[in-house]
């Protein structure tokens, strides 16, 4: 027996590994533009890769239980198709005992993604974040790139259309709540950056801007509507710091910088002042979900394995695809609804999970039976 687990487990675990691997990489592609954007626009290649490092963790709770999945649909798939599995019940081998190690890897990669997603992976994204803040306070024009998308200074969303040495044009920024609601719009003909090294505090100065206010005001009985008031002014100067001390705001981290202590806290705190906390249990809930993701993935896995044949492996390995498609999926529509609290997202987001063990145990208990 010892013999055997140890087969299937090296199996799994050189799967897991490269799967891991491909996977990650394939996220950290992602990036990879960024990088090459960042060099044109004078940026350090040695915070890059210090950019990339702190984001690996948070890659990693994503590419485990992918990786799990992936690892879980061929290695059984294999053992199915080549008769062995028949041959270890004909020993007197039952499925679970053969399935024993993969449930034992999946408890190990769901502590992984428990640690990445609740202490480590937060706190990698702060620094990631702060890095950012930093370089930004050296050159903050590295940051500002005229691609037409936004990016995030000081909690302001701004896209820059053209840029021309220190000169912006075409400037657009979204002000937001904590809710993610917008709150004002703010577009310029032109402006510029001025920054202060030392200070770590840089000012953006705009010309020609116009200011829209969305003021939220009772419309009928039934409802609320927003309307919004404009005014424009020549210049304006706004200023941004990246001193924590002088801005209370920016003591506050957001909810995806916040380990599990620090949730809890502001889960607490936000309760006594009688805040909507439904954002902060949607955020606690999807990390804890996603940690148990390896689990639900391997329950869920190992049926499409076990009763496919060689010519249908990737078949089998394309329908455990789409499944997790599917979780992830429901797990994005959970969290959209994360502002309403009369939904209860925060319980929406553990169904994937209950269905996923729920139906592959149930499909297992049904298979070893013949």
């Not at 912006?168 to 920024?173: A, E, Q, R």
């Not at 002000?175 to 090294?197: F, K």
């Not at 148990?292 to 249908?312: C, D, H, K, Y």
């Not at 969290?335 to 063990?357: C, G, M, V």
Request: charged share 20%; net charge positive.
């Amino acid at each position: 027996m010892k013999i055997l687990n140890a087969y299937v487990t090296r199996l799994l675990l050189t799967t897991v590994l490269m799967g891991a691997g491909v996977l990650t990489f394939v996220m950290a592609a992602g990036h990879v533009f960024r990088i090459f954007d960042w060099l044109a626009r004078g940026g350090s290649l040695g915070v890059l890769g210090r950019f990339l490092v702190l984001r690996l963790p948070d890659m990693l709770r994503f590419s485990l239980p992918l990786a799990m999945l992936v690892a879980t649909v061929l290695v059984f798939s294999h053992l199915a198709a080549d008769n062995e599995i028949t041959a270890m019940k004909a020993c007197g081998v039952s499925l679970w005992q053969v399935i024993a190690p993969g449930l034992l890897i999946s408890v190990a990669l769901s502590a992984v993604c428990f640690w990445c997603a609740t202490t480590l992976g937060p706190r990698c994204q702060y620094e990631a974040d702060q890095l950012l803040w930093e370089q930004a306070a050296i050159s903050p024009m590295v940051l500002l790139q005229d691609s037409g998308s936004f990016i995030e200074l000081e909690g302001l969303h701004i896209r820059v259309d053209r840029r021309e040495g220190d000169i912006l044009h075409g400037i657009h920024i979204l002000v937001q709540d904590r809710d993610q609601r917008l709150q004002q719009t703010i577009t310029a003909r032109q402006g510029r950056l001025r920054a202060d090294a030392e200070q770590r505090s840089f000012e953006l100065v705009l010309q020609d801007a116009t200011f829209g206010q969305l003021d939220v005001e009772p419309a009928s009985p039934n409802g609320l509507s927003a309307t919004p008031g404009r005014f424009a002014t020549r210049e304006i100067t706004l200023p941004l710091s990246t001193d924590e001390s002088g801005s209370l705001r920016r003591l506050a981290r957001k909810p995806k910088h916040m380990d599990l202590g620090m949730l809890f806290g502001r889960l607490y705190l936000d309760a006594e002042r009688g805040e909507n906390v439904s954002p902060l249990l949607v955020e606690l809930h999807s990390r804890l979900s996603m940690s148990l993701s390896p689990l639900a993935f391997l329950f869920i896995g190992i049926p499409f394995a076990v009763r496919s044949r060689r010519s249908e492996t990737s078949v089998g390995l394309l329908m455990a695809l789409l499944l997790a498609l599917g979780f992830y999926a429901f797990m994005l529509i959970s969290r959209s609804l994360k502002t309403d609290s009369r939904a209860h997202p925060e319980i929406l987001i553990w169904l994937p999970n209950l269905f996923y063990q729920l139906g592959g145990l149930w499909a297992l208990a049904r298979i070893s039976k013949h």
